[in-house]
């Protein structure tokens, strides 16, 4: 769930300009999502990703306070303060993602101090090279060898988007997703981008891959949640 102005969107390539306005009430869809037996949501602060702090803490507070979900967040997150923040408002994990570029003595820390189960990588790529700051801006950092460097620091769960195919539901990157899994064969994958049907998250689940990120495909109703059933353990 993509949070902007307090609203759940979905952006097209990471692009702020190809937005689009799915809901003003995050709470109410993230109730539904618990009504329909899913257990996780992945919340991003859009507005924080561009701005490089907590913007939307009064929407994560009333996801987390009004749901029992297990709720991973991420989207700005520079700071002791707002890590910090993040967990106060009831969030189980954070989702380092342009800091783990910029400021990776900041991440270890936060790996020493809350441990690796509350610790998730994000590394959003194209062209397997590492995109930072809401996917704005681009580096020439290589995928795998950044992933290596942070299993060595104990890190051991990745989301990892294909910017290109984010919100355009024409299936996630598998070749990706091969390759970090031939990599790193201990790393937990989350895969994100692109998923757009059931056979999609079929396709991931027979890969090997742990787990999935759908948004775009539940509001555009190309996947049910009655089609999910079968994965929720």
């Not at 700051?133 to 290589?142: C, R, V």
């Not at 290109?164 to 790393?187: C, F, V």
Request: hydrophobic share 40%.
């Amino acid at each position: 769930m993509d949070i902007i102005d307090g609203k759940y969107v979905r952006l097209s390539k990471g692009a702020y300009d190809r937005k689009k306005v799915y809901g003003s009430d995050p709470l109410e869809m993230a109730k539904r999502f618990e009504q329909a037996g899913l257990k996780r949501l992945h919340v991003v602060d859009l507005d924080g990703a561009r701005e490089g702090r907590l913007v939307n803490r009064a929407t994560l507070e009333k996801i987390a306070g009004g749901t029992g979900l297990e709720i991973d967040f991420g989207g700005g997150l520079r700071s002791d303060d707002d890590i910090n923040n993040a967990f106060a408002c009831g969030v189980r994990q954070i989702t380092a993602g342009s800091i783990a570029i910029h400021k990776p003595e900041k991440v270890q820390s936060w790996l020493q101090k809350y441990g690796a189960e509350k610790i998730i990588l994000g590394a959003d790529v194209r062209n397997m090279k590492i995109a930072v700051h809401g996917w704005q801006e681009q580096t020439a950092i290589e995928l795998l060898p950044f992933l290596k460097n942070y299993f060595s620091a104990g890190l051991r769960t990745v989301i990892c988007t294909d910017i290109e195919r984010d919100g355009m539901l024409r299936g996630p990157s598998l070749d990706l997703y091969a390759k970090i899994r031939q990599t790193l064969p201990a790393l937990m994958i989350i895969a994100s981008g692109g998923v757009g049907s059931l056979e999609d998250v079929i396709r991931l689940e027979e890969a090997g891959i742990d787990a999935v990120i759908i948004g775009k495909a539940l509001y555009e109703h190309t996947i049910s949640l009655k089609d999910l059933e079968r994965f929720l353990c």
